[in-house]
């Protein structure tokens, strides 16, 4: 505010529709934007001081923050949708020079449609073998469920030890809904107590690989000397 004699000059800010709802549903991975226009009703130069939106996931780039008197500024604000599905409503504070209404809230309103996807589901996640003996054949069904809505990919699969050998195929494809099975065969060539994990590698975009805990008890073979009898 300037005061020169008897002339006040004050900044007064207008904002037309400050909420703005997306009529329709935005895909997940888009940026949606919305433009509020910012008006100086006032006989001095407004000021934007600040714009602080209501977390990171949304932003409200400006190119200038001086309204002339009767001017207009384009305040553009943009929304991430990205891992962001379903309903959302966020807020953005303007901080000005208008000394009357220094904090303006603007808000932004939609619905974000996900974004079909695959989604892994192991059914074992551990796997408890029990007794076998070293040189035994020990079989390993992993049951994998998609409980996404499109295709699952099973790319790559991380064995522990060179006693384990991968029996599938790969990649392996399961439909959404549907389960399919990974084959694996366990050789233990030492005895003791053996635990680990293997790695099951997809394509689901949030998850894309899953451990599986493996345990057993191997004892020696028949013919394999043991520490109590050597």
Known sequence: MISWGWVIL???LVVEDSVHVFPDPIPEGDTA???FILKNDGKDTLWVESIRPDCGCTTAPLKSRAIPPDGILTLPVEYHTLGRPGPFEKKIWVHTSDSSHPVVVLRIRGEVRPTPKPVIHILNRRVDLGKVRTGDTVRISLAIRNEGERDLHIQRVNLPTGDFTLQSSLPLTIPPGRVDTLHIRFV????????NVLEVYSDDPWRPSRFVGIQARVRASESEPTPSNR
């Not at 233990?188 to 107590?193: I, Q, S």
């Open 10 to 12: 004050f900044a007064a």
């Open 33 to 35: 934007r919305a433009f």
């Open 188 to 195: 233990p060539t030492k005895y003791g107590l053996f635990q």
